[in-house]
């Protein structure tokens, strides 16, 4: 069993409202197995970024430590198109949403996102959480091509409100043409909001009837 299969797993176990006792100890062994594989999965990882100074047992120990790690993001980079699995995988993205990667780790992040399978929701979402944090105006036209393929699905929400960050006539009235898409209309307005759109007034007063009941954004 692998690592991936080994969390998938876990994961079901833990999803269970009501355990055996034998599932009790199951999920507890899966726990144990699951984390000494991703640690010896990742180790070099962590001894590269132990021997610049960080103190850390795992990847995702970045993500609660306050002290800023510029040395750490080309090894990052590094290590993020290597074949992880997912757990491990979705550390580094996480860890690469830091202003220090930014102009730096974009590009890559969108390389790995076009390249994993759609059925990996998640991971492609986290890229895109990433991608909000860093976007910069170099990557838009791939961001437009990732929101504007409806096959993408929910991993589209955090690259569609990343474009309300940038100064765009393109990423306007893509954002506008996107309220009509149920799966991403809540990012579409978050983003229309931060710009103050103007051209998206008639078609947010058409929302206002929306099905969902939305909360929308004021942007006047």
């Known amino acids: 069993m692998n ?4 969390d998938n797993k876990y994961k079901e176990l833990i999803a269970k409202p009501f355990k055996s006792q034998e599932e009790l100890k199951n ?3 899966l726990r144990i197995l699951l984390n000494i594989a991703l640690d010896n999965e990742i180790r070099d990882l962590v001894n590269e970024l ?3 100074g960080l103190n ?14 510029p040395a ?3 090894i990052l980079l590094k290590h993020l198109v290597k074949n992880y699995s997912d757990k491990n995988k979705e550390g580094i993205v996480r860890a690469l949403a830091v202003k220090e990667a930014k102009g730096k780790a974009t590009q890559i992040l969108l390389d790995e996102y076009n390249k994993m399978p759609k059925e990996k929701m998640s991971l ?5 959480n990433t991608i909000y944090t860093i976007i910069t105006d170099d990557a838009l036209e791939r961001i437009f091509q990732i929101v504007e393929q409806k096959e993408n699905g929910t991993s ?27 799966e991403v209309i809540p990012q579409a307005l978050e983003a229309l909001g931060r710009m103050k759109s103007q051209k998206a007034k008639e078609k947010i007063l058409e929302l206002s009837n929306h099905q969902n009941k939305l909360k929308l954004f004021s942007i006047f």
């Open 27 to 29: 999920k507890e062994e």
């Open 72 to 74: 750490a993001i080309p």
């Open 3 to 6: 690592i991936n299969e080994l």
């Open 50 to 52: 132990n021997s610049i």
């Open 156 to 182: 589209r929400q955090m690259f569609v409100a990343a474009l309300g960050k940038v100064k765009s006539a393109k990423a306007e009235d893509i954002l506008i043409k996107l309220l009509d898409d149920d």
């Open 124 to 128: 492609r979402w986290a890229i895109g």
């Open 56 to 69: 850390i047992n795992s990847v995702w120990d970045l993500l609660s430590k306050s002290q800023k790690y």
